[in-house]
């Protein structure tokens, strides 16, 4: 039995770690999606999480039903725009809500107090030749603190890029290309377009 319990702790340790996060960073983003309005040009890219390698945040959006997009807009008219109110962006025929960086990060950052969990391995000792060591008293503490500040430091990362990078009522000027990204409730991947409220 103990030989179980000792075989459950080591998946528990190696497959609920925290993870860092990798920045998106849209300008080096490679977009497929594209549409020309004349006066401006709308780019954009789904899944740019998971394509980042930040599983754990991507398995949030799924769960959450809330899509993290890169987007490149490029201003070709001879006045500026405010992203969001003269342009909106529409999910197939109806427009969407562009959520902020706030409502993002607590919907899809990783749990961390849920690494207190790893203190349940304090008791653990290791026998060999009739002698026991304690080696839960340094396990256990130590796999929490590492995670909790991996978690938590992952996630100071993940709402600064947020807070660098979320085009709501972005102004964009004339003959500029802005690259950043928009958070929106989707379950799909609907095709995603620019309009212009103001035709």
Known sequence: MKKY???FQIILILSSCASGYTTINPANIYYQSSSD???VSFA???EVLNERGNKKYAKKEVKKGIKLVAIKVENHSNEDLVFGKDYVVYSGDRPVNLLESSFIHSQLKQGVPIYLLY???TPM???SNEESTHIGLVIGPGITLGNMIGAGT???NFKKE???NLLNNREIKSGETVYGLIGIVD???NQLTLKNINQ
């Open 119 to 121: 203190l349940l391995l």
């Open 162 to 164: 947020l807070e660098n």
């Open 187 to 189: 379950n799909g991947y």
């Open 37 to 39: 309005h004349g006066s």
């Open 154 to 156: 992952a996630n100071a």
């Open 44 to 46: 954009y890219k789904y």
């Open 5 to 7: 319990f000792a075989y």
């Open 125 to 127: 000792q290791f026998t």
